[in-house]
Every structure is written in structure tokens, then in C-alpha cells.
């Protein structure tokens, strides 16, 4: 009994046992980039395959910068900027569904989105396209519902959680279960619970429609904030926070009882946040603190203890946040599972970490590589407020095809069925044309009706008067006028465009084409105007004779 008890079972077999982190080079990191000094415990950065969002130190009210990812280097000094707000940014996240579309909150108690155009900002950006009100403090948190489409979450310091329909601009749900400041929102694969942390040390497990507290316990002794997320479907949650002794710690829990946590684990005795990141096509959780230099990563199992820890990335640079890129983003030919997007603390540096799987071939891995969440929603904002659930649609990274349907299947689907979803495509492809339309750029008239249309009568007048004049001009010559129109075309017919332009860059081309034609008219009308005024001259020569 005594040598089974302490038989050697040899290491934990894992695939991803030996992965590693290799921040980029100098020449493909962001420099320049005037970090905010803010010391709420968000990120301050957000990261697409388009775009990347850090946000920045100004003066007056809050703004953030949204710099396309292949723009890499030193940013320029000038660089525009999101700027509509007039409180501190604490918190920006982009849409899960549309990368040109990012959500914004702030001091000034309002959350904000805006549309981001496929070329990046060439100016200042201060129009949204939809404000929120609704808060009575400032906004701390916001967070996308991840199968839904235009439903979003915001915690502010009034203690409530808000849940938005962006399309209407109105509150779906007022959440004011809590009793203090709320330090941390989560919510499962589908959307169907939300989780939360808050300053009176209890994790409340919340159906988000109906506002029902589902479980609440106890959660970290300590003090300070703590955060949560959810382990993908598999029905737990971790939480990092303090001991009463300041020690950090992170537990895990089932999310029907929270009285006691199933694991709980010491992480070291710094001071700095830690905040959670998960992977769910690996299971992977990456646990990494503020003001940290270093990202600790365990792997997520279904048996006891649960958790297992594989490595750790260090670095002797602290990180103010950290934004990570969806899983649609990343390069496979180098095996890369996870790439955060380091803010350092110390200088103005947005440097990229890749995780990698150490592996020789550079072909697809489709075990590194399983079917991720995909850009399309599973279910309208109508639909989820009305009580359905569904999981994400996932598309297969290889190929960025779909591999599961959008909607889920009805049985005996009726013409009421085929209406609502005609609607829901009309609604799409109408808030399609107000983004395209939004990003259009144009140069406003600010002179009196009045005096534009008096300044056309007298261009149209003038005109005439000079034919006129040149007609009789040509009848005392016994010059027939149409032989010199034909000869002279003074003006040219333009045909009027009918094309209808469904994206900015098409709009542009057509401006440039309309450019170079009016460009080509003007040097018309001057060689018109220069033979004119020979064939008066030759005109006065002939009658000195």
C-alpha cells in the first residue's frame, strides 16, 4: 500500500506542454503611441484582424487611436484620433459581428459607437452613429453578447448592469442586483448567463433577460478587484483575486454552486490585477497581471484538479494592459494559438507576443486548429430578447468557410417565419447603407440659398448674352453659326450618373473619375475660349480692311 502510494506516474502528456511566447520584432510593433495613464483596472486596448484600438493620454475629455494592423512602426505625432467623448475612455471593445464597428465608454456616463472605414481614420473622428444613456455614474465595462447580434452590456459605478439593443438605442434590462461597485463581467459560449464580480467579495451568476440571480457566493477574501470569466461549456468559472493576506489566487467553480470553490490555487504575493484570458477551441487560460512582466498560461481539464500548469512568458517590461487578437487572425503556417497585444508601461510601445506550438511542418495543424466562433450571428437581437439561445456559428480557420448554419432549422417553418427573417435581412442591409453612408466624406456649403441660386442665374445669363453676341457677330459676316458649332464645341453633355455605390471606395473611384473629367473639360473650354477670341480678332482684322 505504502509503494502504490507514492508509484511515479511520469510527466502529463499535452500537446501544448512546450508553448512558448515570442514578442515581435521592433520594426512590427507600434511606437509612438501616448498610452493613458488612467488607473482603472481595464485594458485600454482592443484588437480585430483590421484594426488595433489603444486608449490614449489627451488633455480634454477622453479619446483612443484605431491604427489598421499592417500599419506598423512609429506612429506619426498628429495621428487621428476617436475624440467625441468628454470623460476619460475606461473601456473600448470591438463588435464580435463587424470589424469596422467599435464600442466606447466613459466618465462622461455614456457608452458611444462609432464606425471605423476600411482605410483607417484620415481625421479627427467625433460623429458617432449611436449614443447610450443611461447610467448615473461613469461606465466602467462594457462587453458583446457573443452569439447575438446588437446586444451589448455596460457596468457602470451606479452598481447596475445595462443591457442594450444598439439597433433601437434603448435598455433591454436594468440589472440592479448588486450592492457595490462591479468589478468584472463574463459571459458564457451562448450568452445565456452573465457572471460578475463586485467590491462586497460575492461572484453572482445572473440570467441577464430577466435580471434573476440565479447563485452568488463568497469569492476571493481580499480586497481588491477581482475578475471572472467562464470555461467555455463545460459549466465552471475562474476567478482571480487576494487572500486576506494579499496573496493573489485564482478559483474554480461550478457555476450551479458557488458556495465553495472546487480548486483554489496561490498564484505569488505581488499587488498588480490579474486578469483572465481564455481560449476556448484549447482551453487554455492565460492568467497575466497589471503591472506584471510576465504571462502565466495552465490548461483546462474535466477531471481534478482541473487546472495544470504549462509555462509561464517572461519579460522584464511591465504591461499597463493587454488586447488579444480573435482566433480568425492569427498566422497557422507558424503554429501560432494565441497573440496578445502588450501596452508597456514604461513607454509609449504597443508590442505583439505570439504563443506558439513548437512543431517542424508549417502545413495546417487541424488539432492545434479546431472550428472557431465565426463573424456571423447565430441569432438576431429580437430573437435573444424573446428567449432563444443558441451557440456560435464557427467557421474552419483553414479554409474561412462556415461549417454550421445560421440560423438553427425550424420544423414546418410557416410565411410568418419567412417574414421575420426578410425583415431581419432588410434591417441588415439597411444599417449597411447608413455605415457606407456615415463614412462618406463631404464639404459642406454654408453660403445663403439665396445667393447660390442668384449666382446660377447670372452664370446661365452670361453664358447666353455671349452667344448671343457671337450669333449676330457671325449673321453680319454671312457666316452660318452651326458650322463653327460643329467646328467648336463650347460645351460638352455629361451624362448624369445613375450608379448606385454600395461601399467608400467605389464612391471614391467615381469622385476621381468625375475629377479627371471635369479637369479635362476646363482645358476644353479654355482652348474653346482662346479660338474665340482669335476669331473675334480676325473678325475686327476684317472689317479694319
Known amino acids: 500500500m505504502y509503494c502504490n502510494q507514492f508509484l511515479f506516474r511520469g510527466v502529463r502528456s499535452s500537446k501544448f506542454r512546450h508553448v512558448y511566447g515570442d514578442p515581435f520584432k521592433r520594426e512590427k510593433c507600434y511606437d509612438n503611441v501616448k498610452i493613458t495613464k488612467n488607473a482603472h483596472d481595464s485594458q485600454f486596448c482592443a484588437v480585430n484582424p483590421k484594426f488595433l484600438a489603444v486608449v490614449t493620454e489627451v488633455a480634454g475629455g477622453g479619446a483612443f487611436v484605431v491604427i489598421p494592423v499592417d500599419n506598423t512602426g512609429r506612429l506619426d505625432f498628429n495621428v487621428s484620433k476617436v475624440t467625441g467623448h468628454t470623460g476619460a475612455v475606461l473601456d473600448i471593445k470591438w463588435n464580435p459581428f463587424n470589424d469596422n464597428i467599435i464600442a466606447s465608454c466613459s466618465d462622461d456616463c455614456t457608452i458611444k459607437l462609432w464606425h471605423i472605414p476600411d482605410d483607417g481614420l484620415s481625421m479627427h473622428l467625433t460623429d458617432w452613429i449611436v449614443e447610450l444613456q443611461g447610467h448615473k455614474r ?70 441577464p433577460r430577466t435580471g434573476i440571480l440565479k447563485s452568488e457566493g463568497v469569492c476571493h477574501a481580499g480586497s481588491k478587484a477581482s475578475k471572472v470569466i467562464f470555461l467555455g461549456t463545460s459549466g465552471r468559472l475562474l476567478t482571480t483575486g487576494f487572500s486576506r493576506h494579499s496573496d493573489r489566487q485564482y478559483s474554480i467553480w461550478d457555476q450551479d454552486d458557488l458556495s465553495h470553490p472546487l480548486v483554489t490555487d496561490t498564484i505569488d504575493s505581488s499587488s498588480g490585477i490579474v486578469f483572465p484570458y481564455f481560449d476556448y477551441d484549447t482551453n487554455i487560460v492565460y492568467l497575466a497581471g497589471k503591472g506584471d512582466g510576465n504571462i502565466r498560461y495552465y490548461e483546462i481539464v474535466d477531471e481534478p484538479p482541473y487546472v495544470h500548469f504549462l509555462s509561464q512568458f517572461l519579460s522584464g517590461n511591465p504591461q499597463r494592459g493587454l488586447g488579444f487578437m480573435p482566433k480568425r487572425g492569427l498566422n497557422t503556417s507558424i503554429c501560432e494559438i494565441f497573440r496578445f497585444y502588450k501596452l508597456h508601461t514604461t513607454r509609449g510601445l504597443c508590442e505583439p507576443i505570439s504563443m506558439i506550438v513548437p512543431r517542424k ?44 448554419p445560421t440560423y438553427a432549422p425550424k420544423v414546418n417553418k410557416t410565411a410568418q417565419a419567412n417574414k421575420s427573417d426578410a425583415m431581419i435581412n432588410k434591417t441588415l442591409n439597411n444599417n449597411k447603407r447608413k455605415f457606407d453612408f456615415l463614412a462618406t466624406e463631404t464639404t459642406p456649403d454654408y453660403r445663403p440659398r439665396s445667393i447660390i441660386i ?92
Request: aromatic share 6%; hydrophobic share 35%; charged share 30%.
Open 361 to 404: 511542418s508549417d502545413q495546417f495543424h487541424e488539432d492545434l486548429y479546431p472550428d472557431t466562433a465565426s463573424t456571423k450571428p447565430s441569432l438576431a437581437a429580437a430573437e435573444w430578447i424573446s428567449g432563444r439561445n443558441a451557440m456560435p456559428i464557427l467557421m474552419s480557420i483553414k479554409t474561412g468557410k462556415d461549417t454550421s
Open 138 to 207: 461613469r461606465v466602467a465595462y462594457i462587453e458583446w453578447h457573443p452569439t447575438a447580434e446588437n446586444i451589448l452590456f455596460s457596468a457602470g459605478f451606479d452598481h447596475l448592469v445595462i443591457v442594450w439593443d444598439i439597433e433601437k438605442g434603448e435598455a433591454v434590462n436594468v440589472i440592479d442586483c448588486h450592492s457595490d461597485v462591479i468589478y468584472c463581467m463574463s459571459l458564457n459560449r451562448d450568452g445565456s448567463l452573465l457572471a460578475t464580480t463586485c467590491k462586497d467579495k460575492k461572484l453572482r451568476i445572473i440570467e
Open 454 to 545: 442668384e449666382k446660377e442665374e447670372k452664370t446661365n445669363t452670361n453664358q447666353k448674352t455671349q452667344f448671343q453676341q457671337l450669333q449676330q457677330l457671325f449673321n453680319n459676316m454671312g457666316v452660318h453659326p452651326e458650322a463653327i458649332e460643329n467646328d467648336i464645341p463650347l460645351i460638352k453633355d455629361i451624362s448624369t450618373m445613375e450608379d448606385n455605390f454600395n461601399t467608400v471606395n467605389e464612391l471614391r473611384k467615381a469622385y476621381l473619375r468625375q475629377s479627371d473629367e471635369l479637369r479635362h473639360l476646363k482645358k476644353q473650354l479654355e482652348l474653346s475660349r482662346q479660338e474665340v477670341k482669335d476669331l473675334k480678332e480676325e473678325i475686327k482684322r476684317i472689317k479694319g480692311k
